[in-house]
């Protein structure tokens, strides 16, 4: 089973997607499940999982309704208010659902110490309780505060998106790499190889700018942590699901095939605990 352990998908507003700048023009339209379906089949990936996009239970409703239309989506990584008082409510309901599998917050919108304050904290420490997972999502600089947060949970299974976001076009390492040697110290926390190409010259790229990269998480997080995730349809910004799988392949070639299955899938369906069957 290949899975792509990072999508998103959305229907296009204005209004609410003013993240997606007119320097994003790609994004501006709908991006459904029937597209990725195609994207998938073409790259030899079985299935996904969805991971919200927006900041709002109605966005995890709409991947819970496009799950329920589309098996290939495998499970959800949707968005619930963790710093509520009724959190404890609010996943005693989500859990309900087979395809919610964990919640994320936007964090790299958020101040550098976001992930320490009493509520958000609170927050976290009620997944567990069940079963839930939580991608970070953070910038570089936010890392340091990650440590922070993974520290507190030892049982907690936490994923680290996009390998934490350096700064792969300015050729920035050090800081991040410190962040990622302490971060996988903790062996709760995976690690998805996803969103490298938006963070380098989305026009100018090549495959050996990120070989500093994935060596250190590689290096640091070894074989049975890391997964593959496509970012679609963000990656368009700087390159086709097709390229940006290729990325990885060419990255894993030398890898044993036992190596490559874990990463390109058995890894997050672990992680996720993800169905298995269409």
Known sequence: MRIDSHQHFWH?????DRWITDEMAVLQRDFLAPELISEMSASGIDGSVAVQADQSEEETFFLLRLASDYPHIRGIVGWVNLCSDCIAER?????????????????????????????????????AE????????????QLPAAVKLVEKFPEQRFVLDHIGKPA?????????????????????VYCKLSGLVTEADWTNWRAEHFKPYLDVVLENFGIDRLMFGSDWPVCLLAGSYARVKALIDGYTRELPAQAKEKIFGLNAARFYGLRTQE
């Open 12 to 16: 296009y507003n204005a209004k609410r």
């Open 91 to 127: 996943l005693a309901f989500f859990s309900q659902f087979p395809a919610i599998r964990g919640f994320r917050h936007i964090v790299q919108a958020e101040a550098d110490d976001f992930m320490l304050r009493p509520d958000f904290i609170s927050g976290i420490q009620r997944l």
């Open 130 to 141: 069940f079963g839930l997972t939580y991608d970070i999502l953070v910038y570089a600089r």
């Open 168 to 188: 792969i076009k300015n050729h920035a390492m050090d800081c991040w790499r410190e962040s990622i040697r302490a971060l996988a110290a903790h062996p709760q």
